[in-house]
């Protein structure tokens, strides 16, 4: 967000979830209020698009209206309109998928040693052992669940 205030955007959207998701209401909100002679900036390429495919997708139909698209990162601004506009785009999406991908796999990788050492992951469970007996005998005794759920 700094970044694109410091570089001077007018408007900000963002989404408060992973770029992987394939609905992001912020991306959509942004594609939709962008019009002929806007600029389209994001902080990184991977923040546009899921993968490659996608990226390529949004700066096409982008292109094709007349918006312009700049990744502050890696310092590209989209100029589609010649060969080497074109080709350092595609090469950076495809570093941008690379990376991503990396990302998961190290992710993933890090959640199997994990769980070899004996961490499963995941939320905590808020009550142990004791709390759920107590809590059972409490009903159990006809305490009402409201006053149990309170407690």
């Known amino acids: 967000m700094d970044a694109l205030m410091k570089y001077g955007c007018g408007k900000i959207f963002h ?7 394939k609905q992001r209401p912020g991306l959509a909100e942004a594609l939709e209020y962008a019009r002929e002679g806007d600029t389209i900036v994001v902080w990184r390429l991977d923040r546009l ?13 982008l292109n094709e209206r007349g918006v312009g698209f700049h990744s502050l ?13 074109q080709l ?4 950076f999406a495809a570093f941008a998928e690379f990376e991503r991908n990396s990302i998961e796999e190290r992710s993933a990788a890090g959640r199997v040693a ?14 142990g052992e004791k709390d ?3 809590m059972k005998s409490l009903i159990e005794s006809g305490t009402p669940i409201k006053d149990v759920a309170e407690k």
């Open 49 to 61: 698009g899921r993968n490659m495919q996608d990226l390529i997708h949004v700066v096409n139909s």
């Open 15 to 21: 989404d408060k979830m992973s770029g992987t998701k």
């Open 132 to 134: 759920i007996e107590m």
């Open 114 to 127: 994990a769980r070899v050492r004996g961490r499963l992951g995941g939320r905590p469970e808020k009550f």
């Open 73 to 85: 990162q890696e310092y590209l601004t989209m100029d589609k309109s010649n060969a080497t506009g």
């Open 88 to 91: 350092m785009f595609h090469l």
